[in-house]
């Protein structure tokens, strides 16, 4: 098995939990998986500030097969320009017809763990190709 038929998997629970609950079940379960499985993730970011952030997705987009992504940071964000996202390509290149919403998962995903990280979490466009940006937010401590 292939580290990108991961996406198969993560394609199918989505479609499952949208069509037997709901859009809302699915954004909850987004969110859950940002809160819970990522707390530690969301402790890094927090520790390390935008410069864990910049560091934890350069080292993710190492390893995803086939992504074409550039990261960014300046003093108060760090930006990820996905010009060829892995994952839609795996799916595409497989013939598997990909959820609609498949790409909202990043932003509810993401923004749960930025916002226990006292971070924003923006997302731009979608469909293999997006802009995503986790900004220092002042205030609230993490």
């Known amino acids: 098995m292939a580290a990108g038929d991961f996406y198969f998997a993560i394609n199918a629970t989505f479609r499952f939990i949208y069509g037997r609950w709901g859009e809302e079940a699915l954004i ?4 859950a998986l940002g809160r819970e499985y990522y707390a ?9 500030g935008l410069e864990e952030v910049e560091q934890y997705w350069k080292d993710y987009f190492k390893l995803e097969p086939g992504g074409v992504v550039k990261i ?3 003093d108060r964000a760090v930006v990820i320009e996905v010009q060829d996202c892995p994952a839609i390509r795996w799916l595409k290149g497989a013939g598997r017809k990909v959820m ?8 509810h995903v993401s923004s749960a763990i930025a916002e226990e990280a006292n971070l924003v979490f923006e997302l731009e466009d979608g469909d293999g190709t997006c802009r995503q940006t986790f900004r220092s937010r002042e205030g609230k401590a993490c």
């Open 100 to 107: 609609p919403s498949y790409c909202r998962h990043c932003f």
């Open 40 to 48: 530690e993730l969301s402790r890094r970011f927090c520790k390390g």
């Open 28 to 31: 909850d379960y987004w969110r």
């Open 72 to 74: 960014t940071r300046t």
